[in-house]
């Protein structure tokens, strides 16, 4: 009888334990996958800045001219020199 029993729990502490180690490899696949995904969204999200800060400094050289003529429209009576 006492061998019965330790063997029934010796089998219940394998699946026990095969279930953690499942679970375990489980949790670290899905660690991997958001780590993968993070690291994605950090790649693209430098690539967007990246994009806009050339865009931006682009059109300085616009803004300036704008900004210098509209200041000169204003600092001249009737917005003629």
Do not use: C, F, H, W
Request: hydrophobic content about 45%; aromatic content about 2%.
């Amino acid at each position: 009888m006492k061998q019965a029993r330790a063997k029934v729990y010796a089998e219940q502490e394998a699946a026990r334990k095969k279930l953690l180690d499942e679970r375990a490899a489980l949790v670290r696949a899905s660690r991997n996958l958001a780590a993968a995904e993070v690291s994605a969204a950090k790649e693209k999200v430098a690539k967007e800045v990246a994009t806009a800060k050339r865009e931006l400094e682009a059109g300085v050289p616009q803004l300036a001219a704008e900004i210098a003529k509209r200041v000169m429209e204003t600092a001249t009576p009737g917005g003629a020199r």
